[in-house]
């Protein structure tokens, strides 16, 4: 016996140990005595719908809110017949290995004391906790269960919260108690449409602690009812709701009611809602409200907004991660090293600190990583710390409310962390990051919420970090320009990326793989180079990295001129089988200058004509502009006077 079971006597266990010896329970036992086939366990469930559907939303907000802590959630029978379980990846591993799965007996006949059995053997609520369990198997669990009932009093299942034994807490008994309670009313509530008017009060305040849309309509598509997360997710009054039309503004409706009249279903399927001219995406799930003569009155509509931040950021955003570890080139010992290590935190929840000079690949990495990752089919969103306005990054992270500030959207604008929710958020240049907005990053990291500027209520985000910088942070620290604790909460898993100095003999190979590639882009033939210039490359310390290489490789194909590397000796012999340049530049500024010149020269100062004959996008020839001091033309081609910009913004 536990010493909590010591402290605090619980008779339940003592009458529970003795029915195991009395049915002969192994003590070194570890899977249940009794687990439904296939087709068994389909028919059981089609008999318990009634049950499953009543208790989802209860166990799915009650799992939300222990999302994290190493708990699954076990809804049964009244036998102890697994209909349902739902918790965090790493334990429901091992409870599978035990083959805790539906259709197993958890009753205390199959598997000995544990919290569903001996709490439907009770007829109470109980707790199970570590060698209070009569099998050795299940000591490493805490088990808190609890009965559920019909209108009648008859036991018809139970639910049950498990997580590792040394995290055993009375609360986590209340808490099923509690959801019990509420699946018990909503059973209640289904089964009989008049008892929903005695309990409209108790309904409401039940639904509205639910963080998901509820909608309750009629076979019409009227709407009955609606909770206060819904009304803010469409953003109506609660008189603008009641009695509209559903179809409205919910394009499936049609499908939606032939699926609940024919007693299919609609589960889990991502909606596009037409909302004041704003298109919206939600998952919705529907569950039919069925009468006293077992046959449908309305439907239930419950509208989750996990979703369409999802949907959001991958599909409409295009926030999805490219790179694989595969696709990094380089087999230098650095290099590969930086990928092994990378490979095997991939998987870790901890966050990564990426370091290393401008150019070496960060992005990449970040990329790979969560290509490796259980994240995979996740969100992958980049904010580039050094890139956004001091003034804008706290709304750019942790979105906004509705009416924040002049000029904010209706509705309020979901923030990085939001979009990023369920996926990865790759923070780079965070080194650039203000003071201030470091401590509210600090806040998320430490409690697994955001809340938009201009709001009081926290939303719950599961996020993997991923940060880079090509500052020496530490330094950083010792200068006052980055808090010491986001260091080491950023810093849990360090990787740092060679400079390509380090790695000179991964140059011929990277030389290949751009060339290739920008040749493809720019729809022309590879340049061919002799031996000796390649030999310069190698020897070349490339301070800009893979990024000076990929620019330079890019010049190289567009110009079809050698570009000359600084401090690094020409020859004539490195032009074999390309064009003498008219007067030879002394750098590889030198020679861009004088390409997007000639450029010029050649389009007579038509500033689109001469970025499609570069290859390059018309603002990234503004910025060269800008930086070469290229005067630029006013330019007339056709009806459209081409101005040039006031300042091309970096």
Known sequence: MSAQARAFPKDYIERGFERCREFGIDPSQVHSLRILGEEELRERLARKRELIVAAEPFISHLYDFLKGSDFFAILTDEEGCILSLIGDEGILREAFAMRMVPGAFMDERSIGTNAMGTALAEGMPVQVSGDEHFIRAYHRWTCSGAPIRDAEGRIIGSLDLTGNSENVHQHTLGMVVAAVNAIEKTLVLGCKNEALKSTKRFVETLIDSIQAGIVSVNLEGEILSVNSWALGMFG?????????????????????????????????????????????????????????????????????????????????????????????????????????????????????????????????????????????????????????????????????????FTGAKRGGQAGKFEIADGGTIFLDEIGEMPLEMQTRLLRVIEEGTVMRVGDSRDIPVDVRIIAATNKDLKAEVALGNFRMDLFYRLNVLPLFLPPLRECKQDIPLLFDYYMNKISKKLNKKPVQVSAEYLEQLVAYEWPGNIRELENMIELLISSERLPALPGVRRSESLLSGLPRPKAMATSLEDSERQVISEALTACAGNISLAAKRLGIGRNTLYRKLERYGIECPIVEHGSVVEQPREKAVS
């Open 236 to 404: 109506f009054g609660n008189q603008e709701m009641i009695g509209r039309r559903v179809g409205a503004f919910l394009q499936n409706w049609g499908e939606i009611r032939m699926a609940c009249v024919s007693g299919g279903d609609f589960q889990n399927k991502d909606v596009l809602v037409d909302v004041r001219a704003n298109k919206l995406y939600f998952n919705l799930t529907c569950y039919p409200i069925i009468g006293e003569n077992a046959e449908p009155t309305g439907v239930i509509l419950v509208f989750k907004d996990v979703r369409k931040v999802r949907k959001h950021a991958n599909e409409i955003l295009g926030r999805r991660a490219l790179y694989t570890f595969d696709k990094i080139i380089g087999g230098s010992r650095p290099i590969v090293e930086a990928i092994e290590f990378a490979k095997k935190v991939a998987d870790c929840r901890s966050t990564i600190l990426i370091s290393g000079e401008s150019g070496t690949g960060k992005e990449i990495f970040a990329q790979a990583i969560q290509n490796a990752s259980s994240r995979c089919e996740e969100a992958f969103v980049v904010l580039n710390c050094g890139a956004i306005p001091r003034t804008l990054i706290e709304s750019e992270l942790f979105g906004y409310a509705d009416g924040a």
